[in-house]
């Protein structure tokens, strides 16, 4: 690929430019995904920024986004594309109007172009605007396991399959990224189509500087003393560990509340931005806060 992501490092670069910390290995899968074309496989836990690489990779780009969300029941007209059958319903009776004889000629005028409706993974494929575009198939292990089938053809040639109509391939193939958070297992035809990378938490330093990243305004001490508190957490026993989303949005919580520094009282207040489950919290809040906040720096 020529241009501003020509190397590996240029892609650390420019995602760190918007707002992105990528580490080596990282920069390096979406270098490869963007030279070989391939679609890039992220699965990791929730809240590690598999999706914010997505939006990343849209404004470096200058690429427009489009976001598929996966879950279960997803299906072909939520997905793919859709009839406008109001419209059509409305044709078929000028038609019957007109008294046309010719059946084929009227299914032709029934089918038209004008009447498909895209959904986001036809749009990729055939951009209403016509600029290529970044496609986030997001948390793809939500969704059923037909829906996963159905994307074999669509990732493998870029096009798309309409049986009154044909076959629409894309004319500059978009950018894919697909997210999961492994609450399943994805198909192995699903995955050799695609370059892989696992993104797990990241370490105390790199931790540090995506919180810098998106919160410049906060202190070098209370941003340590965050990301301390939070790695300390994800080694508690708790159901749902607080990702790096987590992470930010307790930064901006304690922002709001003016604080430079944790105490126990602030944490217990605010558990609920880091903890989403109640047993979690009534398992941390209290005794478990005061140990974690002591526990020596290392």
Not at 58 to 80: F, H, M, N, W
Not at 200 to 223: G, M, W
Not at 272 to 294: P, T
Request: proline residues 5%.
């Amino acid at each position: 690929m020529t241009g501003p992501l020509s190397s590996i490092a240029a892609v650390e670069a420019g995602l760190a430019a918007h707002g992105y910390v990528a580490d080596r290995r990282l920069a390096t899968a979406v270098f490869l995904a963007l030279e070989i074309g391939k679609p890039l496989f992220l699965e990791g836990e929730p809240g590690v920024g598999k999706t914010e690489i997505a939006k990343a990779l849209s404004a470096l780009l200058k690429r427009p986004l489009i976001r598929l969300q996966c879950y279960e029941g997803l299906d072909v007209s939520t997905a793919v594309y859709e009839w406008d059958y109001a419209r059509q319903m409305l044709a078929i009776r000028l038609i019957e109007a007109m008294g046309e004889a010719d059946e084929a000629r009227a299914e032709e005028r029934i089918f038209a172009r004008k009447y498909l409706l895209k959904r986001p993974l036809l749009e990729a494929v055939e951009p209403s605007g016509g600029q290529p575009v970044v496609l986030l198939i997001d948390e793809l292990d939500r969704a059923d396991e037909e829906f996963e089938a159905f994307l074999l053809e669509f990732l493998s040639e870029y096009q798309i399959s309409v049986p009154e109509i044909g076959t629409i391939k894309a004319a500059r193939p978009p950018v894919v990224i697909i997210t999961s958070n492994r609450t399943r297992e994805i198909h192995d035809a699903l995955k050799r189509r695609c370059y892989y990378q696992w993104i797990d938490y990241p370490s105390f330093e790199k931790e540090c500087a995506i919180v810098k990243a998106r919160a410049p305004k906060a202190s070098a001490a209370l941003t340590a003393e965050v990301v301390r508190f939070v790695q300390a957490l994800r080694a508690e026993d708790v159901y749902k560990r607080p990702g790096v989303a987590e992470t930010l949005d307790w930064m901006a919580a304690l922002g709001a509340l003016d604080r430079e520094t944790l105490s126990e009282s602030v944490v217990d207040d605010t558990l609920g931005v880091l903890l989403k489950y109640r047993d979690d919290v009534a398992q941390i809040e209290g005794a478990a806060v005061k140990r974690l906040l002591r526990r020596p720096h290392g």
